[in-house]
C-alpha cells in the first residue's frame, strides 16, 4: 500500500515536470490566414498550440497529417496539443476557408 502511494506520488511529479516543460506557439488566424503559417518545432516534443482567432466567423483548425480537427468560433482561442513527432512536414489548414488558411508544422 506504501509503496503504490510512492510510486503513483512520483508519477504525478513526473507528469507535473512534463506538463511545465511543453512549450507552446501562438497562431493568429486573421482575414482567414494563418500568422505564422510556418510552425518549427522540435523533434519528439510535446507541443501546445495556441490558435487564436481574430476573425469574427469560426474557424476549424485540421490537419490529417497531425490527425487533428477543432473549431475555433470567431474572437476566441483554443489549445491543441501536438506531438512528439517525427522529423517531417506536416500541413494543416482551416477547413472553412481552406484556399487561404493554409500552413504547414515543421518539426526538426
Ligand atoms: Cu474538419
Request: glycine share 4%; charged share 25%; aromatic share 10%.
Amino acid at each position: 500500500m506504501k509503496r503504490r502511494l510512492l510510486l503513483s506520488l512520483v508519477l504525478c511529479a513526473l507528469m507535473v515536470d512534463a506538463w511545465a516543460a511543453t512549450p507552446e506557439i501562438e497562431i493568429e488566424i486573421k482575414d482567414h490566414l494563418f500568422y505564422p503559417d510556418v510552425v518549427i518545432v522540435p523533434a519528439e516534443t510535446k507541443v501546445k498550440l495556441r490558435i487564436r482567432n481574430l476573425d469574427p466567423t469560426p474557424e476549424e483548425f485540421e490537419s490529417y497529417e497531425l490527425n487533428r480537427e477543432k473549431v475555433i468560433a470567431g474572437h476566441s482561442e483554443t489549445v491543441v496539443f501536438i506531438g512528439p513527432l517525427v522529423a517531417g512536414e506536416y500541413p494543416f489548414f482551416g477547413e472553412f476557408f481552406p484556399k487561404t488558411a493554409q500552413g504547414k508544422v515543421v518539426v526538426e
